[in-house]
């Protein structure tokens, strides 16, 4: 049992001799992926599919809760509507698609295929949007998007990949604001309280805010490599994309304005997050309120032992499922436990039991915690109720422990030397100062490859100096490495 064990193991890379390698290996392993014969797309396999329908189903509860409903709109866009915001189709020009062709016949506009959905929304709204009674008009969409990566990254950064984008239209900006923080607000609850993942809730400085946005405010995320992944943004689009596309209501003076817009999205980069927080040398370990399978039961001993341990392992799965646990078991004879003890550790399943012939004399089982390892035998009248406790202290656990690595690998630089070698040396978020300088911040990447994260809200620290001038600083703003 022991060479199967460190076999199992040596198949995935230790995360400190190399994490990109080790993150491919894990997904690959763990059956939550395959590359698609299109370059830079994937297959969302079952495992990791259901961990986007469950965020799914999270999410639109909220979204529900706070009045918006869901459409769907085309995934082919005019070339045209992108021409009515001009700084909109600059930003995503260079990943753009596009149709030339269809039916045989060349087409009189190219047709580019959904990057977002910021013109279709405004091509729509113009036409339903007439009177202040229309207002306001609270949208969202489950869809995929395209962008044509140079670089990509299974879930991370891929040509294609599925989201929700949230498009709202309001007659003040003092009510498009509001949805603005409240979409942040609502990500950044279900992030750490679902996901365990602690985010930093933040403004992005001008060059790093969404193309053709007024404001960009983000969540960023430490991920265990020392580098930040934005798991969620919400943008303040103020009259922008309302003036390109002639938004206008008449308001109860019966005077014609524009409205004000907004656009906020997560996507699938949620799942690399949960990969890249929590995982480790073992492979996945997953949250358990995300998790497909939340307990595994292996009946355990000899095999003249199965006709007693079998059916008490199957009632230990009724009983869970009864009180809604999401609950497997693996009985199977051609396989060791040994070797079923490494694949759901690999796979990150929150709680194994285990019952044997002993368990059953002792009238117990044994609880094993993926995230800790530690193993606690349970009566088994009172397996249901420990298990579904246990659960809860797992995924409070687990953003704990999230939120106590990103604290650790936070630091405060007062110059650039200090930044560069905390990004190069230590590995993680530095705070620093920034004078609002467009050439400053440039100079900070040009220096070591970090980009500005975002403006937090509530920074630890506030630097009296621009880390790369000296002048007094406007902003304490997050620097990092990124995904």
């Not at 938004?247 to 890249?276: C, E, F, H, P």
């Amino acid at each position: 049992m022991a060479k199967e064990n460190k076999s199992f193991v040596k198949e995935i890379t230790p995360q400190s001799e190399d994490f990109s390698r080790w993150y491919l290996d894990v997904i690959q392993k763990a059956d939550w992926m395959d590359y698609a014969p299109v370059r830079g797309c994937i297959v969302f396999k079952p495992d990791a599919y259901e961990i986007w329908e469950r965020c799914q189903q999270e999410l639109d509860r909220e979204f529900k809760r706070t009045g918006h409903r869901n459409a769907y709109f085309p995934l082919f866009i005019p070339e045209s509507f992108f021409e009515k915001e001009k700084e909109h189709v600059e930003g995503f020009n260079p990943e753009l698609p596009w149709v030339t062709e269809a039916g045989g016949d060349i087409l009189e506009e190219r047709l580019a295929v959904r990057p977002t959905s910021e013109t279709m929304f405004g091509h729509m709204y113009a036409q339903w949007i007439q009177s202040y009674r229309d207002l306001p008009v609270l949208l969202n969409q489950w869809a995929n998007v395209v962008r044509w990566e140079k670089r990509t990254l299974p879930f991370l950064r891929t040509s294609e990949f599925l989201w929700q984008e949230g498009h709202t239209a309001h007659a003040t900006e003092d009510e498009a604001r509001a949805e603005t923080m409240q979409m942040l607000e609502i990500y950044a609850n279900f992030v750490e309280s679902f996901l365990a993942i602690p985010v930093i809730r933040g403004q992005k400085t001008p060059s790093e805010k969404f193309a053709g946005a007024v404001d960009t405010y983000s969540l960023e995320s430490l991920m265990k490599d020392g580098k930040a992944l934005q798991t969620a943004t919400s943008h303040y689009l103020g009259q922008n994309f309302a003036k390109g596309f002639d938004i206008q209501y008449l308001d109860k003076d019966n005077q014609r304005k524009y409205v004000y817009t907004t656009s906020w999205g997560i996507t699938t980069r949620l799942l690399g997050a949960i990969v890249m927080v929590h995982g480790d040398d073992r492979g996945l370990v997953i949250p358990p309120k995300v998790a497909p399978t939340q307990v595994v039961v292996i009946p355990i001993g000899p095999a003249k032992t199965r006709e007693t341990v079998v059916p008490a392992a199957e009632q230990i799965v009724a009983s869970l499922q009864s009180a809604g646990v999401r609950v497997n078991i693996d009985a199977r004879e051609d396989v060791s436990p040994g070797w079923k003890f490494n694949e759901y550790e690999m796979r990150g399943i929150p709680i194994r039991i285990e019952i044997g012939p002993r368990d059953l004399e002792n009238g117990q089982a044994v609880l094993v915690r993926r995230d800790t390892g530690e193993k606690l035998p349970v009566p088994l009248t009172q397996v249901d109720e420990t298990v579904n406790e246990l659960l809860a202290t797992i995924q409070a656990d687990m953003f704990q422990a999230a939120k106590n690595r990103m604290h650790e690998h936070s630091y405060v630089a007062d110059d650039l030397a200090a930044l560069v070698n905390y990004i190069q040396n230590e590995r993680g978020l530095v705070l620093a100062g920034w004078c609002g300088d467009d050439a400053c911040e440039r100079a900070v990447k040009d220096a070591c490859s970090a980009t500005s994260r975002n403006i937090p809200f509530d920074p630890p620290a506030q630097p009296k100096h621009c880390v790369t001038c000296g002048k007094p600083a406007q902003y304490a703003v997050w620097f990092a490495k990124a995904y």
